[in-house]
DNA sequence: TTCTAAAATTGACCACGGTCAATTAACTTT
DNA sequence: AAAGTTAATTGACCGTGGTCAATTTTAGAA
């Protein structure tokens, strides 16, 4: 009793999801106008806000799955032994979430942030990046005095810190993986205090 | 030759500014209405933009301000010598960054991320924090082998990653302390790896 | 085939932030 | 004081995301 989805609307979901792809193919996530994508795919506006919760709920999406397409790769490298590997292969994955200022932003906004009651697509993804990187760390020669799981979600954070010093015009002088480098050699690698 | 504001101007910013404050004190940060202020104050929806850079612009300034009021507190206090004791000194600022969702996503929008090339009020804070903190630390009983600077980002970063899984209903199980003291004890005090 | 209830779609309408050419007020200069 | 110049203010207007009562389409029941 839990099937009672019409094949128009399957249809008519799919030609907004592709029409929005197209658009962000052509001009980027941040220049998605939901006018732009409800004309092209032929449906009235309404339309659009009965099947996506919102501009944020179909960039959820759309971002969400772009993120775990990278994550379902990072998947199959094998544990990285240094910081360097570990950076070259969480890079792809922070490359996509800092091409623009606005994919930033929604995933920022969206991260631990889930306001209603069911975790959203893009919170799913950062818990899945803790779990991806928990378990290489478990195979990893860095610090084993705290658990896998806290050494990642450290990286996660991070990570993001070092993403949002990249959009700060003050911080450009380094390069993003040498931001990196530093935050994860001090918190994968410490060294004993004298 | 850098004085050409008239008094007419400062009048009107103040008058601007208090009454946002009226506002954001009777029903907080994210229902405040550009028109609202702009009505209440008894000038044109034009004016407010000549004197801000937009409902983002103003918000800048008032949590900003807000916080830097925080940090002038948190100066005066001795250095820490328990994580406990710096949860403690760094829990009001964290407090008033979660009070809100509207505030918490105005802060991240902002923190590292003056998108002009001049660095905003928020993003100021942000830097000053890590001074505070880093003053703090050269006097605390931590980790010795990386700078006090570092450390500070570190406990800057931790702390935006408690305060977005604050958010997150998935995460509610734990307070804020809990997670920052399991963070900041992994950060702060690394025991050698075996 | 016809009727009916539920589901999907429509589009006029609203809220709210933001813009800008035109107007008014404030100062200089003569 | 009058004319000229710059700065501040105005408000009609726009872009864009979002809402919802009314309408159309669909799937089954009679």
Redesign the pocket.
């Known amino acids: 009793m839990l099937k009672?989805?019409?094949?128009?609307?399957r249809?008519?979901r799919a030609r907004l999801i592709e029409t929005a792809q197209g658009i962000i193919a052509a001009k980027g996530y941040g220049a998605?106008?939901?006018?732009e994508v409800v004309q092209t795919a032929g449906?009235?506006?309404?339309?659009f806000?009965?099947?996506f919760a919102?501009?944020?709920g179909l960039m959820e999406l759309m971002i969400g799955a772009q993120i775990d397409a990278f994550l379902d790769e990072a998947e199959t490298w094998p544990a990285p032994q240094t910081i360097d590997d570990l950076i070259t292969q969480i890079m792809p994955l922070i490359q996509f979430m800092t091409s623009e200022r606005y994919v930033f932003d929604v995933i920022l906004r969206h991260s631990g942030a889930a306001a209603r009651e069911e975790i959203g697509p893009i919170a799913q993804t950062f818990t899945r990046q803790v779990d991806v990187v928990s378990r290489w760390l478990s195979d990893s020669p860095f610090r084993k005095d705290i658990s896998g799981y806290l050494l990642a979600e450290g990286i996660q954070a991070f990570s993001v810190q070092a993403m949002a010093l990249h959009f700060c015009a003050v911080n450009n002088s380094e390069t993003m993986e040498d931001r990196l480098r530093i935050y994860l050699d001090a918190w994968l690698n410490p060294r004993l205090a004298s």
């Not at 009672?4 to 609307?9: E, G, K, L, V």
């Not at 449906?43 to 339309?47: E, F, I, L, R």
């Open positions: 009672p989805i019409q094949n128009r609307t249809a008519t998605l106008r939901v006018e449906v009235a506006k309404g339309t806000f009965a099947h919102g501009k944020d």
